[in-house]
């Protein structure tokens, strides 16, 4: 069951970034600019994002195998149509049905953790959120098949892969009675678990660690290709170098948040993050100085091995971060997997469709590549303080409640 689960969300994620791939000749095609092409690669994520939160609560009604099947099963006359669009309103509506494979998070995670004990659920979720490396996968995949038969052979393959997948998942996967969770609760009224401010924290850190994940995996082929001037099949092999840690890793996250608990693995993660994204934030600089013996010019800057191994580390951090994440809902909501980790894997699938527009938006407007990271930087700087001050100081130090101090 696992292993089928996690083959079908590694099928729908590398579908859901698909346009992080071919967006590209679609972009020289129809003359976009850096925002219009952030959009174009946000519009999956989008759809993927908002039907998270109804996604866990039908899993948790009527079960992860129907609804899987029947979520798989609805992408895949979207994926065929995307050869055929033309204009660019055609890309952005069919990409929101195309988008539909991304709330297979959702579905699968609640699905996988019922089968395990909950000192091993870190563990399974973890696992199963290894399907996070279709995102690798598309990228070793769709350059291929772009550069030998173009562009649009990649949405027909991808429909044809979906279908079989969807095929194979229904064969190996099973039901239990015993998972589901009668309720009548709505939508509107499980929205109301954003008042928790637990809950709140726990969206902030994904939408970074599976956000940005998103974001970045969607962003890093163009990236490469116009920074370091790459041809497209290099530049996704090396994008790959982090979207397949990011996650293949996961399930190690999963166990390492089961051995060390969730807070312990998040606070790391953050501040690997906090380093890496210092250092990718700054732009190619050249500057002159004034010596004794006259001008004299330096050039600084990552050069593309020093990028790619920095980017590499930070796919591993973000890796061990979305299991960590999740291991905190598992622990404080064992009964409500499915409609808290719907509501969390919607900020973060929001994250992952606003930040490629605002990558594109500070690019155009900026004309500094690297601002994408120095946008990361910042708001990786809010989830350290915000993490400090609601679960690393908690120790009183004055007041009642103080430890008492040892007698000299």
Not at 252 to 276: E, N, P, Q, R
Not at 305 to 318: C, D, K, N, P, R
Not at 333 to 345: D, E, F, L, R, W
Not at 350 to 377: E, H, K, N, Q, W
Request: hydrophobic content about 55%; glycine content about 10%; overall charge positive.
């Amino acid at each position: 069951m696992l292993v089928a689960s996690t083959l079908a969300f590694t099928v729908c994620f590398m579908v859901w970034m698909m346009f992080g791939v071919i967006g590209i000749p679609i972009r020289k095609q129809l003359g976009l600019n850096a925002t219009e092409f952030g959009l174009l690669t946000a519009m999956p994520v989008l759809t993927g994002s908002l039907v998270r939160v109804p996604l866990g609560i039908w899993t948790d009604r009527y079960g992860g195998r129907i609804v899987m099947t029947v979520l798989m099963a609805a992408t895949v006359p979207a994926i065929w149509l995307m050869a055929y669009a033309t204009e660019f309103w055609h890309f952005l509506v069919i990409g929101l049905f195309v988008g539909l494979a991304g709330g297979s998070f959702s579905v699968g995670t609640p699905y996988v953790a019922r089968w395990f004990p909950r000192n091993r659920q870190g563990m399974a979720m973890g696992v199963y959120g290894a399907g996070n490396s279709g995102s690798a996968v598309n990228k070793f995949i769709a350059p291929a098949i772009l550069v030998a038969f173009g562009w649009t052979a990649v949405p027909l393959v991808y429909a044809a892969v979906m279908l079989g997948t969807v095929i194979l998942f229904w064969m190996f996967s099973y039901s239990d009675p015993a998972h589901l969770v009668p309720s009548t609760v709505r939508f509107s009224d499980q929205l109301k678990a954003l008042k928790d401010p637990r809950v709140l924290r726990y969206c902030q850190y994904y939408s970074i660690v599976f956000g940005g994940y998103v974001a970045l995996a969607l962003w890093m082929v163009q990236y490469y290709v116009g920074e370091y001037g790459l041809d497209i099949r290099v530049a996704a092999l090396l994008a790959a170098c982090f979207s397949l840690p990011g996650g293949v890793l996961r399930a190690i996250g999963g166990v390492l948040s089961d051995k060390y608990g969730a807070h312990s693995v998040t606070w790391w993660v953050m501040w690997v993050s906090w380093i890496c994204l210092f250092l990718l934030s700054y732009p190619q600089t050249d500057f002159t100085i004034l010596t004794v013996n006259g001008p004299k010019t330096f050039h600084l800057g990552l050069d593309v091995v020093s990028f790619t191994v920095l980017m590499f580390i930070l796919g591993i951090a973000w890796a061990f971060g979305k299991a960590s994440v999740f291991k905190y809902i598992s622990d404080d909501y064992p009964k409500n997997i499915g409609a808290i980790s719907g509501i969390v894997g919607l900020a973060g699938g929001l994250g992952g469709f606003v930040l490629p527009i605002l990558f594109g938006a500070l690019m155009d407007l900026t004309g500094i590549r690297s601002s994408a990271f120095m946008l990361m930087y910042g708001v990786v700087w809010v989830s350290l303080i915000w993490m400090y001050f609601t679960e690393v100081r908690r120790t009183r130090v004055m007041g009642a409640d103080a430890a008492p101090s040892p007698s000299l």
